[in-house]
C-alpha cells in the first residue's frame, strides 16, 4: 500500500461516524475531568519504543484533540523523539480518578509531527519563562549540575531580552493519529466496562471487552 494511500484512508476515516463518536465521547469525559477537581487532567502517559524494542513511558500533557488526533509538545531532540524517529507509532494513556468510579482511556496509533505553524501558534502562547526554558534545556543530555542550566537560562534571557521569544527550531508538536480508542470505566468487584473503538481495514467499529 502506497503513503499517498495510507494518507487518503486515514483522512476518511476522519468522517467514520464511529470515530467521531469515539471522539465525542473522549471530549466530554475530559471536559468532566476538568470540571471534577482532577489535579492535572490532561496529563497522560505516553509510551515509546526504541529500534530494539525498549519501551519507555513517561507523563506528557495533551495540548489539543480534534479528528485529526491528539497532540503533544516536547523537545525534537529528546530521547522520546529519538524514539518516535526510529519507530512512529505510541500509545497513550489517561486516568482520571475524581470521576465517576475511575475512567481510564487508551489511546494508540501513528505518531507524526505537527506543521510547523502550529507549534509556532502554540509556542507563542507559552509563558516566557517555558519559552526560555525550551531554549536552554538540552533535554535528555547529561547534566553537569545545575548550575550549568541556570547559566543557560541567563545567556537566553539576555538574548532574547526586550523582544518576542522565538520557538527553537529543535521543539514542536507532534500528532498521536488513532487507530485505537479504548474507554474504561471503573466498575464493583473489578468487573470494569471497557468499551474499544477500533479502525480495521480502513474502518471504524466498536465492541466491548471483557474485564
Known sequence: MTSATSDNESKASYTDPVYREALARFRELLSEARASGEPEPTAM???????????????????????????????????????????ANAALCILWKMLHDVVQVRVEGAVEKIAAAESDTYFASRQRDSQIGAWASRQSQTLRNRTD???????????????????PPHWGGYRLRPDMIELWFGQRARLHERLRYERVGGAWGKRLLQP
Open 149 to 167: 542550566l541556570e547559566a543557560r537560562i541567563a545567556e537566553f534571557e539576555q538574548r532574547f531580552a526586550g523582544g518576542d521569544v522565538p520557538r
Open 45 to 87: 502517559t505516553l509510551a515509546t519504543a526504541a529500534a530494539d524494542g525498549r519501551i519507555s513511558a513517561r507523563i506528557v500533557l495533551l495540548k489539543a484533540v480534534d479528528e485529526r488526533g491528539f497532540v503533544f509538545y516536547t523537545n525534537y531532540e529528546s530521547a522520546k523523539a529519538e524514539q518516535l524517529t526510529a519507530h
